[in-house]
């Protein structure tokens, strides 16, 4: 396997980043404190993943040049973002650089959502697909107020929804697809097929980029990790990063004492480890004790972000070099 060769990824790394400084400052009364944010959320402790291993095994082919640069924004989640940016409940992320741009669902609330995109200078109007990673008000309820007005948008949904959401959705006008099986939504956009059938069923979304693929979840109550697995088999490589939501237990929520908790959090860290993920970004349902203990694994390799955060696989690739 081979890489981007490092004059490319430094070209691509400085085009996303000059696209994050353009992005910022349209956030108007801007601190996005990004840095201070970062500073705030510091490893816990220092045992980081076998870093020369995951990077020896990156998952990129040859064959990069053809593929887009897809540029990834948090346009939706509950962990804070830069003044400007309503943070609330929920999650929604934007894929942008693809043949069609791609809603990865839509937050609780279609006001917060257009207001956000608004802010970070992203036209509504412009989304092609909606894909609902599941069936929580969090993760859906925010797509009537996105396709006010248009119809005929292809939205995919995993198998099982509810008659009342499928009813919701048909109500904006959607052309609905329910996705059992993995989906190709468009060239390098694909879901992962429904998992946790007898439980809150959900999808992933899988994201060819030049840096490798990426795996965005909702919130992965099959399991990130069982998520994860499904993903790097069916792209074939190891993921370049996995971010979204990882819904892994909070301390002191009720069911889980904190032993238990970090237990459990362990576990999807090993599993995560074992599958070779390059970096990960925990966002919107993870809770606070994952998201430190991930950081305390991944090191430079994890991004603590929050709403109006921008991925740019390639800029990953460059931060991890520092
Ligand atoms: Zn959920
Ligand atoms: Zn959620």
């Not at 009364?29 to 959320?41: A, I, M, V, Y």
């Not at 996705?179 to 468009?186: G, S, T, Y």
Request: glycine fraction near 10%; charged fraction near 20%; proline fraction near 6%.
């Amino acid at each position: 396997m081979t890489t981007v060769g490092p004059q490319l990824q430094r070209l691509l790394a400085a085009s996303a980043i000059v696209l994050l400084a353009a992005l910022t400052t349209q956030v108007a009364g801007l601190s996005p404190n990004q840095e201070e944010e970062r500073g705030r959320q510091k490893p816990l402790a220092n045992h980081s993943a076998p870093r020369e291993r995951n990077r020896a095994a990156t998952s990129r082919p040859a064959s990069t040049a053809a593929l887009p640069d897809v540029i990834f924004t948090i346009v939706y989640d509950n962990n804070d973002g830069p003044e400007g940016l309503t943070s609330d409940w929920g999650f929604a992320c934007l894929v942008k650089g693809l043949e069609k741009t791609i809603l990865f669902d839509t937050g609780a609330n279609g006001e917060i959502l257009l207001h956000n995109m608004r802010r970070l200078g992203l036209d509504p109007a412009t989304v092609d697909v909606v894909v609902l990673s599941h069936s929580h008000d969090d993760h859906t309820r925010g797509l009537a107020a996105l396709l006010e007005g248009r119809s005929d948008v292809p939205v995919y949904a995993p198998s099982g929804f509810p008659a009342s959401l499928n009813a919701y959705i048909r109500r904006t006008r959607a052309t609905l697809t329910v996705a059992e099986e993995p989906v190709l939504i468009c060239r390098g956009a694909r879901t992962t097929g429904t998992l946790g059938k007898d439980a809150i069923p959900e999808h992933g979304l899988c994201v060819d980029t030049r840096s490798g693929w990426v795996l965005i979840t909702g919130c992965a109550h099959p399991g990130v990790e069982n998520l994860a697995a499904r993903a790097t088999e069916l792209v074939g490589c190891p993921l370049h990063l996995v971010m979204g939501g990882f819904h892994l237990p909070r301390a002191g929520e009720s069911s889980w004492s904190t032993a238990a908790a970090r237990l459990r959090i362990d576990a999807t860290l090993k599993r995560m480890v074992e599958l070779n993920v390059q970096h990960v970004a925990p966002l919107h349902c993870s809770g606070d004790l994952a998201r430190g203990l991930f950081q305390q694994s991944f090191g430079a390799r994890c991004e603590l972000a929050g709403v109006g955060a921008v991925f740019a696989p390639c800029e990953l690739n460059d931060r991890q070099d520092e």
